[in-house]
């Protein structure tokens, strides 16, 4: 695999820690009397449990406990918030006798090794009062209503459904099944209770300070009581975005016990207890003039939620501003089903909306004859039309350039089927991708060591981009110090606070604050310095030496500037593909990939690279291979397991070239960087439908695209 224009040898930080073994994930961590927690799990999808059957369970050999709604202890922010037995919020576990979908945790049993607790939790007998439910999208889609903020689901520019007025039109229909997260790390939690007001959890989240506000709330006991642990995460997608009511009843569970619990779920509970990708139906109507100028754009969506909770996400944002058109309108609306809550995954909705949009853009060349970067291009927006403002920075033109001269987008041709190499029909397709160039606020403090170390600390995340490699090098850059006298600290509650890694911001928001705080050290040393007569050119051991310090410390809060409201700030990528379809079995192959990415300056190349490497990976997936399948008479996932539900193998990954325009946008924060985790994939799954119909003429509007959609 290549990686075009950039040139860095600077490897990750934590690298040998993870290939050897060091690196310790939550799983991982014994404390002493550590014992089990194994779920019992709903048999049914909707309805009341009418008994809990536990006699046997607790008196199998080394169960401490079997916890249910039956003999939970206080948890005071249960009872503070509502009596209602399913809000309209985050499901309280444990907490009544409702069902609210299939795999739903009904009790937990704790023991004192793996094996008793998984062999009493099967001993462990529950009746219900079965009701009839609701799993099928298609069958329930009437009933989907905007969200409880009417702002997210209407937007209007112009005249709405204009696009039927316009001399080409085209309205389809684009379907994408639910997906689930499957990183190799299974999710849980390990918690003890160092006192009866203070518990300390080793966690897989993709935010300590958010886990640590979560248990805080929940057990109505002080933030500063509540240690939250997590180094090291196995891949977390958006899966790990928030506290689960599972992860809560393990907390639960040590307080009954009196002991340290952990948990970790199964494969299967992977499906139903820590979201998904929504299921989702999208509508597009496009209406250009025989020039192929926008005049219309119309988006529909209805995206999956539980029936007990509105979850939400950017399904038709990209559609308002991507693309130059005077009418522009766009719907959002949600569909309750009786499933646990859907969660953000990777490129959340924008992944989803792109799918469509950057297909139907596609059909629009195509019926209008043009290739589709010309007609991207006779669309292009310099300004955003949503927010009526500059951004910030976009070279997207640029990045259709490279990426189409590096793929060889000139063997393409307009109509489709007229590239073929043997029995395989070969197609090239490309798309857009856009998510948000987000800025928060974080906190970093740095201690610079007379012996030249620098030690920066921050309650951030790492979920798998590199967050330490890409502050080392943030840091180096602005003092100079080697990379291998740089440590940062991250994944620790304690720690300076920092936002949950998610949305692509960690760079932005945190790198911010390291460059902040170390140019305050770099400015605390040159005072110092001019303060005892000595050049900042001098070692810092002589000039500490003589201002009789160890070390010098700073801590520094970073926010975005007003900039924010000036300009639209967004990172682009663009994704190219080339395909292969066997002609007789319909099978896809995808044989290149070029993805560009347009995320300002590139801070630390070889993890960026690495980004946009899993992110093509994650969207071949998306395209050819993932789908959760429930069967609807059980309301049950039937191919929640690694054989039966695909991911991409290296046998389904050709070579990737990876291309950055490596600009630095000059609003966006000190380091002139823009967040590329998300873009990565947003896109992809439409420039692999978009090959696939070159090849073949089929256009594939329901992902994935298998066999026998192609020979359909």
Not at 31 to 43: A, E, K, M, N, W
Not at 128 to 146: Q, R, W
Not at 356 to 368: F, P, V, Y
Request: with cysteine; net charge neutral; glycine share 8%.
């Amino acid at each position: 695999m290549k990686n075009s224009l950039l040139k860095d040898d600077t490897d990750r930080v934590d690298g040998i820690d993870k290939v050897t073994g060091k690196a310790k994930y939550f799983a991982e961590y014994q404390l002493p009397g550590i014992t089990y927690g194994v779920l019992v799990p709903s048999t049914i999808t909707k309805g009341t449990i009418t008994g809990i059957d536990s006699k046997a369970a607790e008196r199998a050999p080394g169960v401490l406990a079997v916890v249910s709604h039956l003999n939970r202890p206080e948890v005071k922010g249960y009872e503070a918030s509502n009596t209602k037995p399913v809000p309209n919020g985050t499901l309280k576990i444990f907490y009544t006798d409702k069902i609210a979908f299939n795999g739903q945790p009904v009790a937990m049993v704790v023991a004192d090794t793996y094996e008793r607790a998984v062999y009493a939790a099967a001993l462990v007998k529950v009746s219900y009062n079965k009701e009839i439910h609701a799993t099928d999208f298609d069958e329930n889609i009437s009933k989907a209503k905007p969200p409880r903020n009417p702002s997210s689901a209407f937007y209007v520019r112009g005249e709405a459904e204009a696009y039927k007025n316009s001399a080409v039109t085209i309205e389809q229909e684009y379907i994408l099944p639910t997906e689930t997260h499957n990183p190799m790390e299974l999710h849980g939690m390990l918690a003890h209770w160092d006192t009866e007001n203070r518990v300390t959890v080793y966690a897989k989240t993709q935010g300590v300070k958010a886990t640590q506000n979560t248990i805080s709330s929940t057990f109505m006991i002080p933030m500063e009581n509540v240690q939250v642990n997590s180094e090291f995460v196995g891949g977390g997608f958006g899966m790990a975005l928030r506290t689960w009511p599972v992860e809560i009843a393990v907390v639960m569970a040590a307080k009954k016990v009196k002991r340290p619990v952990k948990l970790v779920i199964t494969r299967d509970q992977m499906f139903t207890l820590v979201g998904h990708r929504p299921h989702a139906w999208q509508k597009i109507g496009l209406g250009a003039d025989q020039d192929g100028v926008l005049k219309g754009i119309t988006h529909h969506a209805i995206g999956q939620t539980s029936s007990y909770e509105d979850f939400t996400e950017n399904i038709v944002n990209m559609t308002k501003f991507m693309y130059k058109s005077p009418n522009v309108n766009t719907s959002y609306k949600i569909l309750p089903l009786d499933v646990g809550t859907p969660i953000w995954m990777r490129g959340p909705g924008e992944a989803t909306g792109a799918f469509a949009l950057e297909s139907a853009m596609d059909e629009m060349a195509h019926a209008l004859k043009m290739d589709p970067i010309a007609f991207r291009l006779k669309n292009y927006a310099e300004t955003d039309p949503e927010k009526n403002r500059p951004f910030s920075s976009k070279y997207v033109d640029e990045a259709y350039k490279l990426g189409a001269d590096k793929l060889g987008w000139s063997k393409r041709k307009n109509e489709p089927r007229q590239n073929k190499e043997g029995q395989w029909l070969v197609g090239y397709g490309m798309s857009t991708g856009v998510f948000s160039a987000g800025r928060g606020k974080a906190t970093v403090r740095g201690v610079w060591y007379a012996d030249g170390r620098l030690l920066l600390q921050s309650a951030s995340s790492d979920i798998g981009p590199g967050t330490g490699t890409g502050m080392v090098q943030v840091a180096h850059g602005v003092l100079g110090v080697p990379v291998n006298k740089i440590t940062f600290e991250l994944g620790d509650s304690s720690l300076p606070p920092a936002p949950s890694q998610g949305g692509s911001a960690t760079m932005s928001t945190v790198g911010s604050a390291v460059h902040d705080a170390c140019t305050a050290l770099k400015n605390n040393l040159a005072e110092l310095a001019a303060n005892s007569g000595m050049s900042v050119t001098d070692p810092i051991a002589e000039i500490l030496k003589k201002n009789n310090l160890p070390s010098i410390e700073v801590t520094k809060e970073s926010s975005p500037g007003n900039d924010q409201s000036k300009y639209s700030m967004y990172s682009f990528s663009i994704h190219f593909v080339e395909v292969k379809v066997h002609e007789l079995t319909g099978v896809v192959k995808v044989s290149k990939i070029v993805s560009v990415g347009d995320s300002g300056k590139i801070v630390s190349p070889k993890t960026a690279r690495s980004q946009m490497v899993g992110g093509a990976v994650g969207g071949i997936g998306m395209a050819l291979t993932e789908e959760s399948v429930i069967d609807h008479r059980y309301g049950k996932f039937i191919n929640n397991n690694f054989a039966d539900y695909h991911v991409p193998v290296n046998a389904d990954v050709p070579d990737i070239d990876v291309i950055f325009i490596n600009k630095p946008d000059p609003y966006t924060n000190p380091m002139g960087a823009k967040g590329m985790g998300e873009i990565a994939l947003i896109g992809f799954s439409a420039a692999v439908a978009n090959a696939v119909f070159n090849a073949t003429g089929k256009r594939i509007r329901t992902l994935p695209i298998t066999p026998d959609k192609i020979l359909s």
